[in-house]
């Protein structure tokens, strides 16, 4: 049997820095099971092009080159573009083989992602190992009967069918690493400097690795394809947490199983994969990809004793990702990270307004949190690394002045993102109407009028497809769930807290509050020292009244 799995470009404007694990895991599972595997790894290819898109015509001689039984393809919601316009063309090249999409662009809403991209036979919901394998083993078996894979959304003749929903794995001990064999090894190692430390920037041979799977965190801005409590209960639930937690409970008991918010392999497990890196390939540096690795203080003390009991430290150096109130609580822990190799580790701040932190990201964490973990860092000789965004729901200008502040007072230079409700994350499902409507004017307004909701259905999935045809670049602008400041005066804040031009944002605060009378624009005093036409106003009061 034969498979090909495609790994679509993404992020054009930048260089292809991580490996396409799902691709390499799946290779690894037909592999097992004595089939023959492909990977096209457009995002490597490109590179032969300009680092632009691979033209359609090579793709089409690539695909052609073998009868395929079975076509795999996956992405992010940033990759969804790219996607509708591949499959098509793959689906024409080998209109018997099965095409099953997943990753996060399909996982969260197959029956709509059916409905955008029909030519799509299967899309895999949330973790697709155990699915993957079951479909290769009834298309081997000679049959193309579904119904019984859990997991799965089926186009049936154009209707979208839901199979049972799929247990996460519980022991991910048990996935296969990824076949690095078949990646596209000396693209990957040709852009292995990576500007987040000294040792990082000098690697020659860098990987990537990802092992945790959902986070323990429940930030509303975030998913995780699928591979968490949390998603599922989005996912089953059409975005109504308690309505998916339902059908997560009865997966939980025919399986006997309790599906976690965030799950890791064992430690050895991790190390053993760095080393198989480093021996078989002379990987000098990892990054590991794991969303929140701070978080788990028990798992990562024993990976950073075990990293050192095998004597990596000295021989592949890594950086990572963590939150501020793991590294706040116990800062011992960088110590540790370090000793064992670390040269850095990757904090989403996101804002440093408590009342943000609060009511928008929920992410648990405080402006405190913040400034303990930049202090930690500098203490054990690293380098901060944040990143922050702008544009959350409820943030006004005063909002904005705490982070910039914040910026100020420790001297670091950011440049925020605007916040972006990707589909999945919990500020997408609160404000998908709100979010649609900046797509099709009409659904602005339809919930007034007598219009047929069949006629609504459809307004709002040809909004749904502008909208994630737009998210192609995550540092750019698409929809905002900002109800106070609108998307040019999102990218001006931007550039202004960038380079630290608070005058200039009071400014137009002033401006904007003259002009509207809206509140987000009233400044609080407590800036007025960051203000020129506060100063300015405070000076010629002293005047007149000396005159006096």
């Known amino acids: 049997m034969k498979v090909l799995l495609i790994q679509p470009e993404v992020r054009l404007d930048d260089k292809p820095f991580d490996f396409p694990f799902w691709a390499g895991i799946f290779a690894s599972i037909v592999e097992q099971k ?28 690539d695909i052609a080159s073998e009868k395929w039984d079975l076509i795999g393809i996956s992405g992010l919601t940033t990759m969804y573009r790219r996607i509708k316009e591949l499959v098509p063309t793959i689906k024409k090249l080998c209109p018997n083989s099965i095409l099953i999409a997943g990753g996060g662009f399909a996982t969260y809403n197959p029956d709509e992602i059916l409905q955008l991209i029909p030519q799509i036979d299967l899309i895999c919901i949330g973790e697709g190992e155990e699915t993957f394998s079951e479909i290769y083993d009834t298309i081997n078996n000679g049959n193309n009967d579904f119904e019984k894979i859990k997991g799965l959304c089926i186009n049936k003749n154009g209707i979208p069918t839901y199979t049972e929903p799929r247990a996460l794995i519980p022991n991910l001990d048990t996935v296969p690493y990824p076949a690095y064999d ?15 430390s000294v040792e990082a920037f000098n690697a020659k041979r860098r990987a990537t690795a990802v092992w945790e799977r959902g986070c323990p965190r ?3 801005f975030c998913s995780h394809n699928g591979m968490s409590r949390i998603d599922l209960q989005n996912i089953y639930g059409e975005g109504d947490r308690k309505k998916g937690e339902q059908l997560v409970r009865i997966s939980d008991k025919e399986n006997n199983t309790f599906q976690l918010p965030a799950r890791w392999p064992t430690a050895q497990y991790a190390v053993n994969n760095i080393k198989l890196l480093h021996e078989k390939y002379n990987v000098d540096f990892v990054s590991i990809l794991d969303e929140n690795m701070t978080s788990n ?21 890594w950086g990572t990702l963590g939150d501020a109130p793991s590294v706040a609580t116990q800062s011992h822990l960088l110590q540790t990270m370090k000793d064992a190799g670390c040269t850095y580790i990757s904090f989403g701040f996101e ?8 009511e928008d990201i929920q992410k ?16 054990v000789q690293m380098r901060p690394l944040t990143t922050f965004m702008i544009g959350n729901e409820h943030e006004n200008i005063n ?30 499902y609160n404000n998908k109407r709100f979010l649609l409507a900046q797509y099709d004017e009409k659904l602005k307004h339809a919930d007034k009028l007598d219009i047929d909701k069949s006629v609504i259905k459809k307004w709002e999935l040809d909004a749904l497809d502008k909208f994630m045809t737009e998210c192609g670049d995550a540092t750019l602008y698409t929809g905002t769930v900002s109800k106070y400041f609108t ?62």
């Open 218 to 220: 429940g930030c509303t």
């Open 182 to 196: 078949l990646y596209e090894l000396d693209v990957y190692f040709r852009y292995s400097s990576y500007p987040y």
């Open 34 to 61: 004595r089939g023959q595997v492909a990977i096209l790894d457009l995002n490597a290819i490109r590179m032969n092009y300009g680092g632009d898109y691979v033209p359609l015509e090579q793709i089409r001689k």
């Open 297 to 317: 203080k028990k798992w990562t003390e024993e990976f950073c004793n075990l990293y050192i009991d095998e004597g990596l430290n000295e021989l592949v150096k």
């Open 351 to 358: 804002s440093a307004s408590d009342k943000v932190l609060k």
């Open 399 to 428: 909002d904005l002045m705490e982070t910039v502040d914040f910026w100020i007072k420790n001297n670091i230079e950011i440049d925020p993102f605007i916040c972006t409700p990707y589909v999945g994350s919990p500020i997408y």
């Open 487 to 548: 998307i040019p005066e999102l990218i001006a804040l931007k550039r202004f807290m960038y380079k630290h031009e608070t005058g200039r944002m009071l400014e137009m605060a002033h401006q904007r509050y003259d002009q509207t009378g809206l509140e987000q624009w009233n400044h609080d005093n407590k800036w007025n020292d960051y203000c020129g036409i506060c100063k300015a106003k405070e000076t010629l009061s002293e005047y007149m009244t000396m005159q006096i």
């Open 364 to 379: 648990g964490q405080t402006r405190k949190h913040l400034q303990i973990t930049i202090d930690a860092i500098r203490e």
